[in-house]
């Protein structure tokens, strides 16, 4: 397995919590995105880059920015379709 090189995020989410209205969170199963998940989310959807120069911005491949990409859009669907709830993790001091 090769090592993991350091990614490059930028963007700090406002809010860290997203939930369906209405119902408490003690009731609600939670699916956490990871901070290269909403990185790539951000690049991509928002941004409107290509794949890969979203992954140039990140510092990793394009096939590798192309499985976070398509893991964060599963997570999403998933917490919509599913009525649960997105955390998103914070991300570690020491990426840049």
Not at 22 to 44: F, Q
Not at 56 to 83: D, W
Not at 84 to 95: D, H, L, P, S, T
Request: glycine share 4%.
């Amino acid at each position: 397995m090769r090592p993991k090189l350091c990614r490059r995020l930028r963007f700090r989410p406002n809010a860290l919590y997203f939930k369906p209205q209405g119902v408490p969170m003690h009731l609600l199963e939670e699916i956490v995105l990871l901070p290269d998940e909403i990185e790539a989310l951000k690049l991509y959807e928002i941004d409107g880059l290509e794949q890969t120069k979203a992954a140039l911005k990140m510092n990793i491949s394009q096939p590798t920015f192309a499985r976070i990409l398509a893991s964060a859009q599963k997570k999403v669907a998933e917490a919509i379709i599913k009525g649960k709830a997105i955390k998103i993790e914070k991300r570690e001091n020491n990426q840049t």
